[in-house]
């Protein structure tokens, strides 16, 4: 079992930035890979990024590219997820994952999500 707090979120201009964490507890946190997902009013939630157990492998929706940056922390049993350079699409509830790759039926394991995330 894994449990998953997110925090960081909030409503910033375009173009602001925001930093994402979410931290883990439970099972070896090292050994799961981590995903942020986002879901906006009446669509289904869609990957963000991911960052494999060992980091050394990062994955990014394309729409994210370049303004988003996933990181993660093994002594703080934490990932981070970066957003810079905002756009009003970026506006919905971000949720972490453990366990999966890049479709939400991959992810065993999911936070509360973080309310209102985005571009206000």
């Known amino acids: 079992q894994v449990w998953l707090v997110e925090s960081g979120g909030g409503l910033v201009q375009a173009g602001g930035s925001l930093r994402l964490s979410c931290a883990a507890s439970?099972?070896?946190?090292?050994?799961?890979?981590m995903g942020w997902f986002r879901q906006a009013p009446g669509k289904e939630r869609e990957f963000v990024a991911r960052i494999s157990s060992s980091s050394r492998q990062t994955d990014y929706a394309e729409s994210v590219k370049g303004r988003f940056t996933v990181s993660r922390s093994y002594n703080k049993d934490t990932v981070f997820l970066q957003m810079n350079t905002l756009r009003p699409e970026d506006t919905g509830v971000y949720y972490c994952?453990?366990?999966?790759?890049?479709?939400?039926?991959?992810?065993?394991?999911w936070g509360q999500g973080n309310q209102g995330t985005g571009p206000s």
């Open positions: 994952a453990a366990g999966g790759r890049l479709r939400p039926s991959e992810y065993g394991y």
């Open positions: 439970g099972r070896s946190f090292r050994d799961y890979a």
